[in-house]
């Protein structure tokens, strides 16, 4: 198991920590806050919460979480050292000499600084060029940039390590190759934080007001597509060139105050600290992060659908994790039992007002697992393109037990009858040993351009025969094959 070390177990250190940890990481965190154990394990159970149903796949097995007083045992055999101390040059500096006395010379050191250069940070190092700039987006847990930022003391090898590393965490990496204080996003982030404390303090706008602004229009936007091709977009068919033609002469108007910072006076912060606790301060801040992680779930996973920007990230993800698992029934270890058609956690987005998961997500659930069992049986996605599939004739859910956001759930599979142009499967879905669900399936494989039914290929035949021999000693299940009884 690669082990991850945290120098500094604030919000940003934890986020790494649930980052690395959920990935399959072990953790060792060195942080002589005494309140470092409950604040990253708060941290945690917000990443547990929500992290894992980003992913359409089963996450790896939780990594262990240990905490140490003693900087050398916290990072003896780390690959990964990640630093979120103070924004205190002087420190890091220390941190880094300190860390280098006992760390392993190929582990990666990298700064969750969001200022300095990472040419400041290796001045004075005993090896320079195993220290990097990594800066994280709150949460870490969720939000996938990661901005990757090297010197010319960083070796090439040692920086592909690190995107590589990056990228295994479901991350993206942006390597930002010419060093420049505050880095790329938070340049932006400055420029409008800078303008709307303008906005509040000229009486324009309350903080309330300035984050309408935002999450109800350009926001949203940026979200997606970002700044230059939200701006191509507005430029119609012409494209680029026409927009900053039309709106090019603008930036020379007297709009923005980029070039003054307003003094941060006793009754400027105590302007803006009123208004925003009149904003949000009914709510805890616990509850605002699960609000904050609750949207970023639902944006992410709609982006999911699309395959376009953080959604992408997550796919390929998704796509690396499933590479590790069986492609095949052939490469299933035991054929006898119900077959493992799907494992993940239980989305967000997944739940109803009762907090429970909706109904058509148990028919997404069992339709996926139907999915898993066709691919496993050689029905994917190369042999539908040829033109065979199989089309659902029947399906019958049954509810058994409750089933919450964040619950890690399993399917099962038992084929019934998988012969001829006919497969008839039964799934169970479990969390734990608790038996949630099943739903059982009918299907008919079907000629796509004729559609009709047809028998399939004879490799498809051969795996399911495969199976039903397997599993010919299982019992058939109870509930196959039932309907809805009449009222007595």
Same mark, same amino acid.
């Given at each position: 198991m690669a082990v991850a070390s945290i120098i500094g177990g604030g919000v940003i250190g934890g986020g790494?920590?649930?980052?690395?940890?959920?990935n399959g990481w072990d953790v060792r965190v060195f942080d002589p806050d005494p309140e470092a154990e409950r604040k990253i394990g708060e941290v945690l159970d917000n990443a547990r919460r929500s992290l894992p149903g980003l992913s359409d796949v089963p996450l790896p097995p939780e990594g262990q979480l240990s905490f140490h007083d003693d900087l050398g045992n916290a990072v003896q055999g780390a690959v990964w050292i990640q630093e979120s101390v103070p924004e205190r040059l002087e420190l890091k500096l220390r941190v880094y000499r300190q860390l280098q006395e006992v760390c392993d010379p190929s582990?990666?050191?990298?700064?969750?600084?969001? %200022? #300095?250069?990472?040419?400041?940070? /290796?001045?004075?190092?005993?090896?320079?060029?195993?220290?990097?700039?990594t800066h994280p987006f709150n949460p870490v847990y969720l939000l996938p940039l990661i901005e990757l930022v090297t010197s010319p003391a960083n070796d090439p090898a040692h920086i592909e390590r690190a995107s590589d590393i990056l990228t295994g965490l479901g991350l993206y990496p942006l390597h930002v190759k010419k060093e420049i204080d505050a880095h790329i996003a938070d340049r932006f982030l400055e420029a409008v934080w800078r303008e709307a404390l303008w906005l509040v303090k000229d009486g324009i706008a309350t903080t309330h007001e300035i984050d309408e602004a935002i999450?109800? %229009? #350009?926001?949203?936007?940026?979200? /997606?597509?970002g700044l230059f091709e939200t701006y191509r977009?507005?430029?119609g068919e012409a494209g680029m060139r026409h927009f900053m033609a039309q709106f090019g002469p603008a930036l020379e108007w007297p709009w923005t105050k980029l070039m003054d910072v307003p003094e941060f006076t006793d009754e400027l912060v105590d302007l803006i600290a009123a208004q925003s606790d009149a904003q949000s301060g009914h709510h805890e801040i616990r509850h605002l992060e699960?609000?904050?992680d609750n949207n970023l779930v639902g944006m992410m996973r709609a982006l999911k659908h699309q395959n376009w920007g953080?959604?992408?990230?997550?796919?390929?993800?998704?796509q690396r994790i499933k590479a590790a698992m069986p492609g095949h029934v052939d490469e299933v270890k035991d054929l006898s039992q119900p077959i493992l058609t799907l494992s993940r956690a239980v989305p967000l987005d997944w739940t109803d007002y009762n907090g429970h998961m909706t109904e058509s997500r148990y028919?997404?659930?069992?339709?996926?697992?139907?999915?898993?069992?066709m691919e496993l049986i050689g029905c994917d996605a190369d042999y539908i393109a040829s033109g065979g599939s199989y089309f659902t004739a029947e399906t019958h859910i049954r509810h058994l037990d409750e089933t919450h956001a964040g619950a890690r759930i399993e399917i099962r599979t038992q084929m019934l009858l998988g012969q001829g142009k006919k497969l008839h499967l039964f799934h169970r879905m479990y969390e734990g040993d608790t038996l949630l669900a099943t739903g059982e399936s009918f299907l008919l494989h079907v000629d796509l351009e004729t559609r009709r039914p047809c028998a399939p290929s004879a490799a498809i035949e051969a795996a399911m025969a495969k199976v039903a021999q397997a599993q010919a000693g299982l019992p058939y299940p109870d509930g196959a094959g039932s309907a809805i009884r009449r009222p007595e």
């Open positions: 790494w920590a649930a980052r690395f940890l959920l582990a990666i050191i990298g700064s969750s600084t969001s %200022g #300095f250069k990472p040419s400041e940070l /290796q001045e004075g190092a005993l090896r320079p060029e195993q220290i990097v700039v999450r109800m %229009g #350009f926001g949203i936007r940026w979200a /997606q597509m977009v507005a430029g699960r609000i904050r953080a959604g992408e990230v997550l796919n390929r993800h998704d028919l997404d659930a069992f339709a996926n697992a139907t999915d898993r069992f």
